[in-house]
């Protein structure tokens, strides 16, 4: 009596809607609202069930004004079932227009040509076929519309899950201009000398690297690679044979008491590095990342391994397995490399990461120290550049270290795609103190970039999710330019007089 009663409220009330909204998706497109009208009021007819008090329907008086997709009739189990009708029939109806819709293009060509083989001498105008669609009947052309409306998905935008490696432009410029072929064959003239001028190869790098001479650019800048060419084959050689001989010393000793921790981390951890990026979650590539991680952190006691480092492998793993292939590299299956040229892929990436890590291991040392002043200078900086910005942040309670930390910690790489990275990487390792310094005037630039939007929310919570979820996907080169440039303009300001910028 009590689920009776229950059930006779939740109909009377006009006012609470309690109205059940289908999930629109891949496996269930929406239902067209005419359609499925019709087919429940030709249902109801064919029934002809005795229809109750006007009381009990105003429930789906207010269904059918608030344009519900439930257009009930009146018993609930009755509704129901109805939609598991619709859904069968409607997609039969479907199939066969489909069907018969195919058919009818097959044969239009084939009319099309006899049309034209037809067309008499005096050039009289032949009606064309959007003409003749127009001039089917109108209940054709209501059917057609109705099933065209029930096949058709809302429009909504396409944001790609994964922003490709290889989309170097987000604004679809062409892929080589003149002026970029005019750049690539300066690269290729310095590198082709017998001493490369490492100073011009710094100045020409700023700007950005071209991907076919990224790979060797990236050693010479990082110091893994001398500067002359015919010592590089040499160099190559014995730093490969040097990191596989740190494998076979120490990778075994993973298991052992005082090392499990840090294998256990760098386990969890490599996992979750980029994972939609189909490429980084390939069994093989993990095993490579682990060894990579586990040799960094054995040789370098002082630090050890802390979580970000594995971030920091990816962007040289890419760059230089892109020598080796010619397509997309984030689909690339890996296996189908030899072993040779894995091998020199995996001690490539470590020697550079280790160079890279060498100039900001106070980063990762315990309490991770430079971070902290890191974070402190941003503070500093962003105080005389944007008074209401920073104000903005007191105001609300945002302290930097709870959005600024994993900027330093991570050089950026969970607010960029990786194809922005590797491009911003290009400047740093043309700069002198790029990673260690540089970075903190992009980090100010990144920040200001979003001046708008964080002074639009107006409460803790927002702003922290807005700096923890920037909206960055669609970036490519020119909005890096743009960053690189106010960051170097920033650092021309207060790098040489850091005094202007304290408190």
């Known amino acids: 009596m009590a689920a009776e009663s229950s059930k006779q409220f939740w109909k009377r009330s006009a006012k609470l809607p309690g109205s059940i909204q289908p999930v ?123 099933l065209h409306k029930q096949q058709s998905l809302p429009l909504r935008p396409i944001i790609p899950l994964v922003a490709r490696i290889s989309d170097q432009n987000a604004s679809g410029a062409p892929p080589m201009t003149v002026r970029e072929k005019t750049r690539l064959e300066k690269f290729r003239q310095l590198l082709s000398s017998l001493n490369t001028d490492l100073d011009e190869l710094r100045k020409c790098s700023w700007p950005g690297v071209p991907r076919e001479v990224r790979p060797v650019t990236w050693r010479l800048l990082s110091g893994y690679l001398p500067a002359n060419k015919e010592r590089r084959k040499l160099t190559l050689q014995r730093k490969q044979e040097e990191y596989f001989g740190f494998i076979e010393q120490y990778y075994d000793s993973r298991n052992e008491e005082h090392h499990q921790d840090t294998y256990r981390q760098i386990h969890i951890d490599i996992p979750r590095t980029n994972p939609l990026i189909p490429l980084f979650q390939q069994p093989l590539v993990q095993e490579i990342f682990e060894r990579i991680l586990f040799i960094w952190a054995i040789r370098h006691p002082a630090s050890g391994y802390v979580q970000g480092i594995n971030d920091l492998v990816t962007p040289f793993f890419v760059v230089f397995l892109s020598e080796h292939v010619e397509e997309d590299v984030e689909n690339f299956d890996v296996t189908t490399l030899s072993q040779d040229v894995l091998r020199s892929i995996e001690a490539d990436s470590f020697w550079c990461m280790s160079k890279l890590l060498d100039g900001i291991q106070d980063n990762y040392t315990f309490a991770q120290p430079g971070i902290q002043k890191k974070v402190k200078a941003l503070e ?124």
């Open 24 to 146: 629109y998706g891949a496996q269930h497109p929406p239902l067209d609202p005419r359609l499925t009208k019709n087919f429940i009021k030709e249902r109801s007819k064919g029934n002809a069930l005795p229809l109750k008090n006007k009381k009990a329907s105003s429930f789906h008086e207010f269904a059918r004004n608030t344009s519900d997709a439930w257009d009930i009739g009146d018993d609930e189990d009755e509704d129901f079932s109805s939609f598991q009708t619709l859904n069968s029939k409607v997609a039969k109806a479907t199939a066969a227009q489909v069907l018969e819709n195919h058919s009818k293009l097959r044969v239009k060509p084939e009319r099309a040509q006899s049309a034209l083989s037809e067309m008499p001498t005096n050039c009289k105008v032949i009606k064309s076929s959007s003409e003749a669609q127009l001039a089917r009947s109108p209940e054709d052309a209501c059917v057609r519309n109705a």
């Open 380 to 503: 500093e900086l962003v105080s005389r550049i944007d008074e209401q910005v920073h104000n903005h942040f007191r105001k609300y309670e945002v302290e930097y270290l709870q959005f600024a930390f994993r900027w330093m910690n991570n050089l950026l790489m969970r607010e960029l795609p990786l194809r922005c990275t590797i491009r911003l990487w290009d400047t740093y390792q043309s700069e002198q103190e790029g990673f260690s310094h540089f970075h903190l005037y992009v980090c100010a630039a990144f920040l200001i970039k979003w001046r708008k939007e964080i002074l639009d929310e107006e409460d803790f919570q927002g702003l922290l999710m807005l700096l923890q979820n920037l909206p960055t996907i669609h970036w490519g080169n020119e909005e890096i330019g743009l960053l690189l440039a106010e960051a170097y303009r920033l650092k021309y300001m207060f790098a040489d007089a850091p005094n202007h910028y304290r408190r």
